[in-house]
């Protein structure tokens, strides 16, 4: 087993208390679990009943979201407003579709993606934005985008590099793709980790979300797959959930140590004159 993103080997790191096993890589520590979870487990998520666990509506009404999930989806999309240029707006993965539903609010046009075929039929005429199914990877678009929002989605895929690649075709020249992702050195998963190693823990790496998650990462081995896909990372840093901002939090960020990795990457401009400007160089 291989790093996808380094070619070294990858360690054998034990396994998770469902017997799943677990990877990991000595050089960027990126972590997969084996086997990874196709998109046939694409069945998973059209569970409708996948999407009443975080706060959200599994009907998808916006006024029946928990007013967390709306204070978090402001927050990323403060965060996006922040960091990122343009008026329009694809969410790979949007579940519950509160994202584009808030971005339209605020002048983006908005649309998302879902493997999920109950989210596909019912979220486009809850929210008034179309929703295109299958992975990224498979839909035909007929157009590219400023932004591209992964958010809480790169972990869930059978192939981050291919899905940065296809994100990265799929935007204008200078766009950007926003991931969130839980990050594997946060404080948090540290201590998971140590304790699930010695056995201190009832049901061992449970933390990781295997079998949800294929692959957990961190802030150093997403800016390698940013460069392995031609794409300039301009932001990372870690963040945690908008209300649980205290003192010990905010100090966890600075330190890189807080729940989710926020990264953003950049399309470079006009990429065939890269070439042209070495061999006019040569
Ligand atoms: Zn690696």
Redesign the pocket.
Known sequence: MH??????L?EDFGRDFNGVQIYR??????VKAEPVQSGASAEMYDDPEYFSGWGSDKDFDAGSHDENLHQLTNQYLDFIGAHTEGQTLLDVGTGHGLLPLLATKRGYRAEGTDVSRHVCENLPAKIGVPVHHGSIEEIRFDKSYDIITLIHVLEHTESPVSTIKRCKELLNDGGFIVVVVPNYRSLDTRIKDFLSKRNLKSRPFKHLALGHHNYVFSLE?LE?LGRLSGLETVYKGTGGASWKQDPFNRLLARMNMATWCYVVYRKPEQEASATGDRAHAA
């Open positions: 790093c996808i993103l380094c070619n070294v990858m890589c000595p050089e960027c520590m990126l081995n390698l």
